[in-house]
């Protein structure tokens, strides 16, 4: 029987890291099934979900909690086994607008007051290169709950995208 567990990783960013923990997972006869990992201001930043056998779990996490004597600070908690999250239907949040402080918190509020769950976001900021300044981009993949209103969090974003001077696109 597998386990699944959650990773995440953080260090400074150098050559070797994702090698130095793919190894420490197969050593213990893991599989890497999901991750999401980047350079972050100097630094290594990643999330990884991957799967252990039972019996391996234990000699499996202090490996991962002894790397930090190389540098590399990890984290390590036990999944669930894959289960539905929910009922909801699935959609797709697409912003672009000007960058500026809040713009996250501001989208995260409507999404939690109609109880959106947040499956996956990525963010970026860019520069404009048309009017200068930078662009804040966001893409996330959204399950609503079943009781959701479909169309009531669809107007609380388009009005927040009017607030925000952004352009937000909503979709199933």
């Not at 004597?69 to 539905?84: N, S």
Request: aromatic share 4%; glycine share 10%; charged share 20%.
């Amino acid at each position: 029987m597998n386990q699944p567990i959650v990773l995440t990783v953080i260090a400074r960013d150098k050559p070797g890291i994702v090698q130095r923990v793919s190894a420490v997972l197969r050593e213990y006869g893991g599989s890497w099934h999901r991750s999401s990992m980047s350079q972050l201001a100097g630094r290594f930043a990643g999330i990884l979900q991957g799967v252990v056998p039972t019996e391996q779990v234990d000699d499996c996490v202090a490996a991962f909690e002894a790397l930090e004597q190389e540098g590399l600070h990890v984290v390590v908690r036990l999944g669930e086994p894959d289960e539905a999250t929910g009922e909801g239907a699935e959609y797709r949040l697409e912003l672009v607008g000007n960058d500026r402080p809040g713009i996250m918190a501001d989208i995260a509020a409507v999404l939690g007051r109609h109880g959106v769950n947040v499956q996956s976001l990525e963010t970026l900021v860019e520069g404009a290169s048309m009017a200068g300044g930078a662009l804040f981009r966001a893409w996330a993949q959204l399950s609503l709950p079943p009781e959701a209103d479909v169309t009531v969090v669809e107007e609380a974003l388009e009005a927040l995208a009017n607030d925000l001077m952004v352009d937000i696109h909503f979709e199933r």
